[in-house]
């Protein structure tokens, strides 16, 4: 069974940086779009960026500039590079394939304080 494992959350001040690791059981990573997704409180989950398996990557206008996602295909993980953090940001960050194929996991939290 695929499991996916987020970690680096954490609390940080508007501005400041954090990185996101997505690791991915499993052999199916390295054929698959991956895609990070955020989930604020009160609000439904929204796609943040995706990255292909040549490594495309497309990003939400709300991070562009400011996030990066890569992958590492020998790792079976994706990063996800947050800079100029700012309170909307705010929220439980998870991975998944684009369109969630597989189950989620249970995400990591970001917090970012004004």
């Known amino acids: 069974q695929v499991r996916l494992v987020e970690s680096g959350g954490g609390l940080v001040q508007a501005g400041g940086s954090l990185r996101l690791s997505c690791a991915v059981s499993?052999?199916?990573?390295?054929?698959?779009?991956m895609a990070w997704y955020r989930q604020a409180p009160g609000k439904q989950r929204e796609l943040v960026a995706h990255?292909?398996?040549?490594?495309?990557?497309n990003y939400a206008d709300s991070v562009k500039g400011r996030f990066t996602v890569s992958r590492d295909n020998s790792e079976n993980t994706m990063y996800l590079q947050m800079n100029s953090l700012k309170p909307e940001d705010t929220g439980v960050y998870y991975c998944?394939?684009?369109?969630?194929?597989?189950?989620w996991g249970q995400g990591t939290q970001v917090t970012v304080s004004s």
């Open positions: 998944n394939t684009l369109y969630g194929k597989i189950a």
């Open positions: 499993g052999s199916i990573f390295s054929i698959n779009t």
């Open positions: 990255i292909s398996p040549r490594d495309s990557t």
